[in-house]
């Protein structure tokens, strides 16, 4: 998505040659009209899937999943990161690894807002590792749901993620492709 | 604002008299096209009050705060809660305390987001004893910039945050003010 790729290019920073750093336009502060591209675009792709909702996490997925829903006319939810476990039975209920954060989430969704059958559109931020991305597919089929598939605005492509999750049989649309850093400067795949 | 009264009428859940659950369309599912009127009623609001950029909270605060964002057509910045105190020269911070989850949270905005002498409109999903509001015009003001209001969906009129807000100079807009439960049902002012 060229779009995207410009304005990486103008505004994310790369940091120590590890990290790409997006805070002034998805991260921390978030660039409503990108959001709404991004969520067209999302849309686009999975025009044919039957959408019947959005699933994304805390914080950071909610403003580009709020477009995919606008644009599908369909509801969003985002699961809820907790740092202590959660015993309840209105919830499921999975744990997620934070390699970038060293640090485990308990991430719930309320039972009442999955149904069996649904078609469920996985959205988040960054794909690096998978462990959100897998913990999302996870909550839905507890819920006996369908992930017709994972779309990511930034994808690490030197990262074990999208792999793992192709390899579990879902579907993945990165709109970006990490495939490096170097000296400050992204390399697409 | 109807609407949302109707949506409150017909999703709400008044828990023991106290407490609005609104979890089906505004703090864990959200509705894509309410969140779309409702940032049009806002912006319509603060019209004339020269917004250059809205500020949120994570999380509940955001998928509001892109749709005011998108149609003012300036971006938005959501402040970060974090458990443990931030001692970093890049960040305004200040400490809330949230009377519900009984816990005091350090609430952050990188330093390079907010500039001296904008207009920041502040958006907020409840508004109660005020704590979250009076946290972010703190940030605000230590970034030298001017609060030109605050935006509240649904405020609880019968706890103090609205009066110390407004006696503290601030403008706000609350697009529904609750006066009361009584028998499961919501009172409006």
């Not at 002034?24 to 999302?42: A, T, Y």
């Amino acid at each position: 998505m060229q779009v995207l790729k410009d304005k990486i290019q103008a505004e994310g920073v790369v940091v120590q040659n590890s990290l790409l750093k997006v805070d002034s336009f998805l991260n921390h502060q978030i660039d409503p009209n990108l959001m709404m591209q991004i969520g067209e675009e999302f849309a686009l792709r999975f025009k044919n899937s039957n959408v019947t909702k959005v699933l994304t996490i805390e914080s950071s997925g909610i403003a580009v999943a709020i477009m995919v829903g606008l644009v599908l006319q369909v509801p969003v939810v985002f699961a809820r990161k907790k740092k202590s476990a959660v015993c309840n039975d209105d919830v499921y209920s999975t744990t997620v690894y934070s390699f970038t954060k060293k640090e485990s989430n308990y991430v719930t969704v309320s039972t009442e807002l999955l149904t069996a059958g649904e078609n469920i559109m996985i959205i988040d931020d960054f794909l690096a590792n998978g462990e959100a991305a897998l913990g999302l597919t996870n909550i839905v089929e507890q819920a006996g749901a369908n992930v017709v598939g994972i779309g990511i605005v930034i994808e690490k492509a030197f990262q074990p993620g999208a792999e793992k999750l192709k390899n579990a049989g879902y579907r993945v649309e990165s709109l970006v492709r990490i495939q490096s850093f170097s000296n400050g400067q992204v390399n697409y795949v």
